[in-house]
């Protein structure tokens, strides 16, 4: 896990409380955020607010979600330069990419009618996860046991994102971040760069999982996503239409899978 003081700063403030009321002067951990630049050949892609560390896995990892590149073997070279980081893709034009993200960008938001979300989840270049990858409901739930004693104990406002490898049984990749989508980014960017078999891979996060959560899984072939939030409609249809098992409310003695259940094998 990351340390704290890369994820957070100390601030005093005075905590009010009890019965008569009092006032004691604290000093609390609270969360970093930053505007982070991503930059393709010296052009501005987008800006994220997100923890102002792990930017090469941050870059690699929304580039892989969104569609732009489907390997980290892409990006020629990686500078992170403060906020700014800047990605060099050889052979590649610029306004084909960024006409690829922003064509991944239509469907982020669940607004509107049921039938225009799927209009436009179905106008583009729809991934498709075919894994054959199961796993235990027992085993799961310990999974989620174990990620969330992870997440950090302060009162600190940030989500955590885990990675599951089957290969080497185990929980193998952790990230924190303000942003509940760029934990996911993060998580798979550690991922790839590693270079992991995502068709046998868990993605766990304490975030809400909408449609733009399920899609950054299922671009790099992710089987299996669990939140330990309560699910969102956008991010079961997502799921329905991409084959990935959606699992929500997820804690040490349950879970629900709501879309494509079948990976989950129950006793």
């Not at 002067?25 to 609270?30: F, R």
């Not at 798979?188 to 304490?206: N, P």
């Not at 040490?252 to 079948?262: D, I, Q």
């Amino acid at each position: 896990m990351l340390a704290l003081s890369n994820i957070a700063t100390s601030v005093k403030g005075v905590r009010i409380d009890g019965s008569p009321t009092r006032g004691a002067v604290v000093e609390d951990p609270i969360a970093l955020e930053a505007p982070i630049n991503l930059y393709i050949n010296d052009s501005l892609l987008t800006t994220l607010f997100a923890t102002p560390c792990e930017l090469r896995e941050l870059a690699i990892g929304h580039l892989l979600g969104e569609g732009v590149i489907e390997s980290p073997t892409e990006v020629d070279d990686i500078i992170v330069d403060g906020s700014d980081v800047l990605l060099y893709i050889k052979g590649r034009d610029v306004f084909t990419m960024f006409g690829a993200y922003k064509a991944a960008k239509v469907i982020y938001s669940s607004c509107g009618s049921v039938e225009n979300f799927g209009k436009a989840l179905e106008s583009i270049s729809r991934p498709r996860v075919s894994s054959d990858f199961t796993i235990d409901a027992d085993k799961l739930v310990r999974l989620v046991r174990e990620m969330a004693g992870s997440s950090p104990k302060q009162r600190i406002a940030v989500h955590t994102a885990a990675l599951y490898d089957a290969a080497r049984d185990s929980l193998r990749f952790f990230t924190d971040d303000v942003s509940r989508h760029v934990t996911v980014d993060k998580v798979v960017g550690k991922a790839a760069l590693a270079g992991v078999d995502f068709s046998r891979t868990i993605l766990i996060t304490t975030g809400r999982q909408a449609s733009d959560m399920v899609l950054k899984a299922a671009r790099v072939g992710i089987p299996i996503t669990v939140s330990l939030r309560g699910p969102l409609f956008s991010g079961v249809y997502a799921a329905m239409k991409t084959g990935v098992t959606m699992v929500s409310i997820a804690h040490g003695r349950g879970l629900t899978a709501y879309a494509n259940p079948a990976r989950i094998i129950i006793p």
